[in-house]
């Protein structure tokens, strides 16, 4: 889900569907939504998640990611372009070889 802005519609869809297409043959990525994030709860927890991980990458606290480091491994990573296009692929291969 993305939030609403005006103009990026047609390029959110342009760009989610090439990802798609290069990425996911099984079709395990799910459509495309596009929300206001003054309604949409996934909307706010991801501005919550990912203002808490900018607390925390600039060194102050956050209880919220105190929490979530302790109920389950966590991490957390700033990577290029190539090394999150690379990490995508991996995932997918890996969600392949399980499935069959």
């Given at each position: 889900?993305?939030?609403r802005k005006d103009g990026q519609k047609e390029s959110l869809g342009e760009v989610y569907?090439?990802?798609?297409?290069?990425?996911?043959k099984d079709n395990i990525l799910g459509n495309l939504s596009i929300g206001d994030r003054?309604?949409?709860c996934p909307?706010?927890?991801a501005d919550l998640l990912v203002g808490e991980l900018r607390r925390?990458?600039?060194g102050h606290e956050s209880k919220v990611m105190d929490?979530?480091?302790?109920?389950?491994p966590l991490m957390i990573a700033f990577?290029?372009?190539?090394?999150?296009?690379a990490h995508?692929?991996?995932?997918?291969?890996?969600?392949?070889?399980?499935?069959?």
């Open positions: 889900m993305f939030d569907g090439a990802v798609r297409a290069l990425f996911d003054k309604n949409e909307l706010q927890a925390n990458r600039a929490i979530l480091k302790r109920r389950r990577p290029t372009d190539e090394e999150f296009r995508v692929k991996n995932v997918l291969e890996n969600f392949k070889k399980r499935k069959s």
